[in-house]
């Protein structure tokens, strides 16, 4: 019997530290849907990322930065087009307002992958953190689609 | 009597023959100086894998024209896929009967290699052409095709280049027919291919 209640007051203790642990990172409400990244074109060193961006929370959110293993560099780019001309420019972030939804696609704001790795073109998979102001951060693990058709 | 109406319905018949055969001949001339790109255009020297190129190497087949540069990882990749489905849509064979070429402006950063490797991810019929700043700026000022380089001071990327993103018609004598934006839903791109390669 007394081993029972030094057994339960063991177990107990050993529950305190969860009792301090630090709350958890506010979350912002995202959902990641729809993310693929193209298959690098063989001898080039640079490709994109996309994926849509649902914000189901009261708040914006803004991604500010992403990391990956695959690549050396991970920036967020957009492209436009005005009078014919196709322009692509560094963004600092993207904001995905609150209740609403964002697309990274082809055309417009994306993530570049620069400096890939050869990981990239014998994979099917690979992982992408996207970190966001506050200090949310989403790790997820996207296809590597060869969206190209050749003929 | 009988004769005179003969002669009516013979003039009417004329009448309408010779102004349909007017209209038909008008409409069509109408249609191909609806883009006079008379003054663009012509020869030029562009450096491929093994070879360089001038206009003179495209003639004999129609050809598409499209300017990016290779590590382009976006709108150039987009752009060529467009094409080839543009070209799935209205002709498969037409892909073997063309000239597909793309030319990379970025001189700084490309090679002819380089830009054969990437243009023929699209198909092993593209040509992929590049050349030196001398070379690609007489080109682009022919074409009318605008570039520039443009720093990305905080880009690993370092620099990227804006361009005209626009696809060159030209005939089998090298001749610019018309320029498309829009392969995919200009319907102009369609008959215009239809028209030039069909027998």
Redesign the interface.
Same mark, same amino acid.
């Given at each position: 019997m007394k081993i029972v209640k030094r057994a339960f007051l063991i177990f107990t203790l050993s529950l305190l530290p969860l009792c301090y642990a630090a709350p958890p990172t506010e979350s912002p409400s995202l959902r990641i849907e729809k993310a693929w990244l193209?298959k690098p074109?063989?001898?080039?060193?640079?490709?994109?990322a996309y994926m849509t961006l649902i914000n189901q929370g009261e708040k914006d959110a803004i991604l500010l930065e992403v990391k990956g293993d695959d690549a050396?560099?991970y920036?967020i780019?957009t492209?436009s087009?005005k009078n014919?001309?196709?322009?692509?420019?560094?963004l600092k972030e993207v904001v995905i307002k609150a209740n609403s939804t964002h697309q990274l696609k082809?055309?417009g704001d994306?993530i570049?992958?620069?400096?890939v790795k050869k990981t990239l073109l014998t994979s099917k998979e690979t992982s992408l953190t996207l970190i966001f102001k506050g200090g949310h951060k989403e790790t997820i693990r996207i296809p590597i689609t060869k969206?190209?058709?050749?003929? | 009597m009988k004769k005179k109406q003969i002669l009516i319905a013979l003039f009417i018949f004329g009448t309408a023959f010779i102004s349909s055969k007017f209209y038909f001949e008008k409409k069509v001339q109408r249609e191909e100086h609806t883009s006079n790109y008379s003054h663009l255009g012509g020869d030029f020297q562009l450096e491929g894998k093994s070879k360089t190129y001038t206009l003179e190497d495209l003639k004999g087949k129609p050809s598409i024209l499209y300017f990016?540069f290779?590590?382009?990882? +976006?709108?150039c990749?987009?752009s060529?896929?467009k094409l080839?489905?543009a070209?799935?849509k209205i002709n498969?064979d037409f892909?073997t009967l063309i000239n597909k070429v793309f030319i990379s402006v970025d001189h700084k950063r490309d090679t002819p290699k380089?830009v054969q490797?990437?243009a023929q991810?699209?198909?092993?019929?593209f040509i992929g052409l590049t050349g030196s700043k001398e070379q690609i700026d007489k080109m682009t000022k022919a074409y009318a095709v605008?570039y520039k380089f443009?720093p990305?001071e905080?880009?690993?990327?370092e620099y990227?280049v +804006?361009?005209?993103?626009?696809f060159y018609v030209l005939d089998q004598k090298g001749k610019i027919l018309n320029t498309f934006?829009d392969v995919i839903n200009d319907k102009d791109f369609s008959k215009l291919l239809k028209r030039i390669l069909s027998p």
């Open positions: 193209k074109i063989p001898g080039m060193k640079m490709t994109a050396e560099y920036e780019h492209v087009m014919g001309r196709m322009k692509m420019r560094q082809p055309g994306h570049m992958v620069i400096q969206s190209m058709e050749k003929k | 990016g290779a590590s382009c990882p +976006d709108v990749p987009l060529l896929s080839n489905k070209i799935d498969p892909h380089k490797k990437y991810y699209f198909g092993d019929s605008y443009v990305l905080d880009s690993k990327m990227t +804006d361009h005209t993103s626009r934006s």
